[in-house]
């Protein structure tokens, strides 16, 4: 009862608008990655020789199975672009200073983004592979066992059947966790109340559920369906990369490795540093930097016209960076790359004063 209450008590300011909405479109959107996910593994071969003909046999002789698997593969990215929109909206709102709902939120990030690379090495394209092969040689800089541990992780000296089993199995249990972090972070913001539009804590006129905010949810959620499902009907593989319609081949290499669209800022900040080691330190410290941001002396209140200025310079950045990953390791993109990463690390320390 104790546990019903707290959860139809809100406490949501009652002057939100839409942009609150991304908390009921996320679970909208994690219910519909974990019932297309369960289905479409019922005929998934994690193998190195049926995985990819596993997908081909599920979109052809599968009634529909082509667009349960472009469901699947879409409400990846819209999960990662949600999140990020969720996470600009509390970072322009300044609510990072509740420090659990805001390390929750961080968490759930990291894993969706770990689940959705792990889904895009499953259908064993070439680009897949090559990519997974990149990603995964960052853990070799580990001091002391980093490459005992790549090894241990690939089941092998490449990537082979050993590995797919494993990321299949990880793609199913990071999910899972991700769900027990959602609770917490649910429980935590139920406890530490939402933000408003006046970059400060309310403690009154807020409104607790309602058929009003139900009604703005399920609007929501429909209007999400409606440019996801004409997306997929216009461009159904508008994300996908044209070397991933070949199967992995360890022989071949694509002319140019690009993760998906999500990984493009670690890989332009991994390119950016020419020692491996150091690309990797500074790909640690690009990803765990924003967890600075619940720092206890950030501030609610800041002037509008800063405020919005660094987070324009902030989004910026982001686009710049994720341009310069896409693009070849070579000049003028690597000399940009290290400028703009360099701007982002000291963005991000400047939203902590």
Same mark, same amino acid.
């Given at each position: 009862m104790a546990m019903g209450r707290m959860l139809g008590r809100t406490g949501t300011p009652i002057t939100c608008n839409f942009m609150w909405n991304g908390g009921s479109l996320l679970g909208f959107l994690f219910l519909m990655q974990s019932i297309s996910g369960l289905v479409l593994s019922m005929r998934y071969s994690p193998t190195f020789e049926l995985a990819y003909g596993s997908i081909i046999n599920w979109s052809n002789m599968v009634d529909y199975g082509w667009l349960l698997r472009l469901t699947h593969v879409g409400g990846a990215s819209m999960v990662i672009a949600m999140l990020t929109l969720h996470i600009g909206r509390a970072l322009y709102y300044r609510v990072v200073r509740r420090a659990k709902v805001w390390n929750t939120g961080f968490f759930i990030y990291g894993l969706s983004a770990m689940a959705a690379f792990l889904g895009y090495v499953l259908p064993w394209g070439n680009m897949s592979y090559w990519a997974a092969t990149v990603i995964t040689n960052v853990l070799g800089c580990i001091?002391? *066992?980093?490459?005992?541990?790549?090894?241990?992780?690939? %089941?092998?000296?490449?990537?082979?059947?050993? &590995?797919?089993?494993? #990321?299949?199995?990880?793609? #199913?249990?990071? $999910?899972?966790?991700?769900?027990?972090?959602? #609770?917490?972070?649910? =429980?935590? /913001?139920?406890?530490? %109340?939402?933000? &408003?539009?006046?970059?400060?804590?309310?403690?009154?006129?807020?409104?607790?559920?309602? *058929?009003?905010?139900?009604? +703005?949810?399920?609007?929501?959620? =429909? *209007?999400v369906v409606m440019v996801f499902m004409g997306l997929l009907s216009l461009h159904a593989d508008w994300l996908s990369h044209v070397e991933n319609f070949e199967p992995a081949n360890p022989i071949i290499t694509p002319p140019h490795i690009t993760p998906d669209?999500?990984?493009?800022?670690?890989?332009?900040?991994?390119?950016?540093?020419?020692? +491996?080691? %150091?690309?990797?330190?500074?790909?640690?410290?690009?990803?765990?930097? $924003?967890?600075?941001?619940?720092?206890? +002396?950030?501030?609610? =209140?800041?002037?509008?016209?800063?405020?919005? *200025?660094?987070?324009?310079?902030?989004? #910026? /950045?982001?686009?710049?960076?994720?341009?310069? %990953? =896409? +693009?070849?390791?070579s000049e003028p993109y690597l000399m940009a790359c290290r400028v703009l990463v360099l701007m982002y690390m000291l963005i991000v320390l400047n939203f902590t004063k």
């Open positions: 001091p002391g *066992m980093g490459s005992k541990f790549v090894i241990w992780l690939w %089941g092998g000296e490449c990537l082979n059947s050993a &590995t797919l089993g494993r #990321f299949f199995t990880l793609h #199913f249990l990071i $999910p899972l966790l991700a769900w027990i972090i959602v #609770f917490f972070h649910l =429980m935590s /913001l139920h406890a530490e %109340g939402s933000s &408003t539009l006046f970059f400060e804590k309310v403690a009154q006129d807020t409104s607790n559920l309602s *058929m009003e905010s139900l009604s +703005r949810d399920i609007m929501g959620c =429909m *209007m669209w999500y990984f493009l800022i670690p890989y332009a900040v991994l390119r950016s540093v020419p020692h +491996r080691e %150091g690309g990797a330190l500074a790909l640690v410290l690009a990803v765990f930097s $924003p967890w600075l941001l619940s720092a206890p +002396r950030l501030s609610y =209140m800041a002037a509008p016209k800063k405020k919005a *200025m660094q987070f324009l310079f902030l989004v #910026f /950045l982001i686009i710049n960076l994720s341009i310069c %990953g =896409m +693009r070849p390791p």
